[in-house]
């Protein structure tokens, strides 16, 4: 049972260039999340998907695009990549989507923009 | 404005000692508070929640926190610490209105030998 697996571990881009983060999920949950990790910021959701075929913008959704691909897949993309966008970036899921679910992460995704 | 508050950014205790991590929130609703960890290198964990009932609940590895609504307080605690509880700490409240959990900054535990 892999949980939640995010590829890929480490990533550098040059400033422009476009990726895409994958998330996927083995625990049949119905609501995903992306969120960016900065020093001293804690957690910050970019964007969320309370159920297939949903996705909501979060608290920082500017410069990214996401697709709830299927139940178990949900990705991230940077379009035009820029050095603000330098962060750890996490996918969670939980079994709904409110509040009070617990949320399952990946081990989370490295990436420097140059 | 909705917000958690964690006021010591690093924290060092020795190892046998005891732990208290700080929980401050703002929130309008009923609010479910949660601890997670992150273990170097790792994604977060779920330590404990509390939603209702007895304001003092019980997690994994020995922790537990209590729930102090006068004080809008959610603090982490453990009576020994274990140089295996080196991490860094998140306090987050939710709702049942709402998607979002907010997050605290965190607080990171270094454990002196």
């Known amino acids: 049972n892999a949980g939640v697996t995010q590829t890929p571990k480490f990533q550098v881009l040059k400033t422009g260039q476009s990726m895409t983060l994958q998330c996927a999920q083995d625990?049949?949950?119905?609501?995903m999340y992306w969120y960016r990790q900065d020093p001293g910021m804690g957690l910050r959701l970019i964007y969320y998907?309370?159920?297939?075929?949903?996705?909501d913008k979060g608290e920082v959704p500017n410069g990214y695009n996401v697709s709830r691909l299927n139940k178990r897949e949900f990705s991230l993309r940077l379009e035009s990549a820029a050095p603000s966008q330098t962060s750890v970036y996490f996918c969670?899921?939980?079994?709904?989507?409110?509040?009070?679910?617990?949320?399952?992460f990946g081990p989370g995704t490295r990436l420097l923009v140059l | 404005a909705q917000s958690v508050t964690q006021p010591d950014i690093h924290i060092t205790v020795s190892e046998g000692a005891s732990l208290e991590l700080r929980c401050n929130y703002s929130?309008?609703?009923?609010?479910?508070l949660f601890w997670y960890v992150q273990s170097p290198g790792q994604g977060l964990q779920l330590l404990l929640k509390?939603?209702?009932?007895d304001t003092l609940v019980q997690g994994i590895k020995g922790f537990e926190a209590e729930f102090k609504r006068s004080q809008s307080s959610f603090n982490l605690r453990k009576p020994s610490v274990h140089w295996s509880d080196a991490a860094e700490y998140f306090c987050?409240?939710?709702?049942?209105?709402?998607?979002?959990?907010?997050w605290g900054a965190g607080t990171k535990l270094i454990i002196k030998p």
């Open positions: 998907s309370a159920s297939e075929g949903t996705t």
């Open positions: 969670a899921s939980s079994e709904v989507g409110w509040g009070l679910e617990t949320q399952y």
């Open positions: 625990m049949n949950h119905n609501s």
């Open positions: 929130y309008g609703a009923t609010p479910y």
């Open positions: 987050a409240v939710g709702s049942d209105s709402n998607y979002q959990l907010i």
């Open positions: 509390y939603f209702s009932g």
